[in-house]
C-alpha cells in the first residue's frame, strides 16, 4: 500500500510524533502532535476559544511548527543530517540564525511573521540557552 511517504518521511515522523522516545506513539502523543493542525483547518472560532488555545504563544508556535515540520518531512532529508546541514560551525547546536537558515530554505507560503518565528525558537529552545541542540531539534520535529 502506497501512502504516498518514503520509508525516511515515515521513520522521521513517528520519531517525531514519539514525544517520551520509548518507541511507541502513545493515544495522548498522536493528539498532541496532531491537534494543532486539526485545529487550525477545522474548528470554529468559539471551538478554540473553549479549547483554551485561541490566540496563545503556545498555539501560534505549534501552528507554525506544524507548517516547518510537514515542508521537513517532505524534503525527504532525515532530521540527523538536516541538523548537520544547518549546524554550519559543527558545534552541535544551532544559533538562532542557524535555524533562521532553516525556514528561508523551507519558503513557508505564507511566511511566517517575525512574532511567529520568535514564538517557534522559544519553543524549540526548550532550555533557553539560545542554541537548538539535537534532541531539542529532533523533538520538534
Known amino acids: 500500500m502506497d501512502i504516498g511517504l518514503s520509508r525516511s518521511q515515515i521513520v522521521n515522523l513517528i520519531f517525531a510524533i514519539d514525544a517520551d522516545g520509548d518507541g511507541a506513539i502513545s493515544k495522548e502523543e498522536f493528539e498532541d502532535a496532531f491537534k494543532p493542525v486539526y485545529l487550525s483547518r477545522t474548528a470554529t472560532a468559539d471551538e478554540l476559544k473553549a479549547a483554551g488555545t485561541e490566540g496563545t504563544d503556545e ?55 517575525p512574532r511567529e518565528i520568535e514564538l517557534v525558537l522559544e519553543a524549540v529552545d526548550k532550555n533557553h540557552d539560545g542554541t537548538i541542540d539535537l534532541d531539542e531539534f529532533k523533538s520538534a520535529f
Open 59 to 113: 498555539y501560534v508556535a505549534r501552528i507554525a511548527l506544524a507548517r516547518i515540520g510537514r515542508l521537513v518531512l517532505q524534503s525527504d532529508t532525515p532530521i540527523v543530517e538536516l541538523f548537520a546541514l544547518l549546524d554550519k560551525d559543527q558545534s552541535g547546536a544551532l544559533s538562532h540564525s542557524d535555524f533562521g537558515s532553516l525556514l528561508g530554505k523551507l519558503k513557508l507560503d505564507p511566511a511566517l511573521e
